[in-house]
């Protein structure tokens, strides 16, 4: 039996204060926090104790785990994260000798650096570099533009292998980090270019009419609910217990896990690098013993659910992200919503009218969507439906 589970001790301190949906989410950002371990003791060997232990092809590969939040604006980005990053000691990881920060907007150059007036400034994942780094918005760094272009290749070796190069105006920028990013966008602006995407596991939170209730009710549970500070100070041990005894030599992955990935429906290699990830930092932090020198790297019914799950979503971001938003409130009235109606309740997902209009005219050229012309109260409209929720068909 394992002498160290942060897994269980997380989720049982989770839904002891009443965070809503605690399995659903929290385990993508324990299971990071792990893979942020394996990946500091892998390419830092943070322990002192000699040779790297995973290798791929003769060369070290990143084994950061990095995660991406999208949700519409104000249902909770950052609700998970603040459990874990809190900057008032009531996070899970505040005090337990894994360093991580928390931020709100920053531009790529102050992710990564930039130079001012000839002096080098350099940036978080810089100053930070063997932290967690959660920022609450990603669409900020990416920007937009031609100005954009060198920033965001910066971008991508640091989501990928760490190793930041930048040739600017003022100088040049060279440095490795191994900062792990969580982030947060909103399905509207959702964007994902050059390769971002198969460096981010992507989560997802669409909620439907009863989740945004359950919301509700959860915020008012909550109330009251006082931090543990004894249990919180025994995750914050485990932490730190972990991160000291953290003494792999070699990977074990089964076969049984690669078996399961092969049942996965359209998986291509770069999802089975993210899952694969996944499974050892869910590994980790689940069944590794202190003092261990290898990792077992199986598959349970909890790492199946979490692979699974993460595939949606992402088979759903990788498409129409904010169009699915507003499909999802088509669905909430099978009878049709007008212009007026349909604009206002998107409002509440951060879309503008003009966003809007230009995904129902979209998903009504896909044929997803038709939109009838019709009068109330002897003004005319246009009705929109859901086409395989209409009787009798689409045809408009």
Known sequence: MPTNNIYQLTMKYLVDMRM???NIYAPYYVASVGCHLLNLRNRRQLSGK??????????????????????????????????????????LLDKSSIHAVFKGYMTEAGLVGTFKEGVMVRGLAHTHRDSILCLNEL???????????????????????????????????????????????QHARFRLSSGHGRRLMLLEFLPDKDQRRQLRLAKRAARGVTVNHAKLQHIWQAWAELKNGLDVKTVDISEDLYDFFDTVPNCNH??????????????????????????????????????????????SLLGDSAGAQVLALLREQPGGMTTTDIKRAAQTFGLTYGDTTDLLTTLIQQGVVVGRRMKTRGRPTTLYQVVDMMDGGGAE
């Open 139 to 185: 669409s900020a760094i990416q920007g937009e533009g031609e100005g954009y272009a060198k920033l965001g290749d910066a971008l991508l070796d640091l989501l990928d292998d760490g190793h930041v190069h930048k040739n600017l105006a003022g100088g040049e920028i060279d440095y490795t980090s191994y900062v792990t990013l969580w982030a947060g966008t």
């Open 20 to 22: 809503l949906w605690p």
């Open 50 to 91: 000699g040779w790297n232990f995973h290798v791929e092809g003769g060369m070290i590969p990143d084994m950061r785990l990095h995660l991406l939040m999208t949700c519409p604006s104000g249902f909770g980005k950052s609700y998970t994260p603040r459990r874990f990053i809190s900057n008032n000691e009531t996070g």
């Open 270 to 315: 770069n999802d089975e690098e993210l899952y694969t990830r996944l499974a050892m930092g869910y590994a980790l932090v689940r069944y590794y013993r202190p003092g261990d020198k290898t990792l077992v790297v199986d598959v349970d019914e909890t790492i199946q659910t979490l692979v699974l799950q993460a595939h949606r979503w992402r088979e």
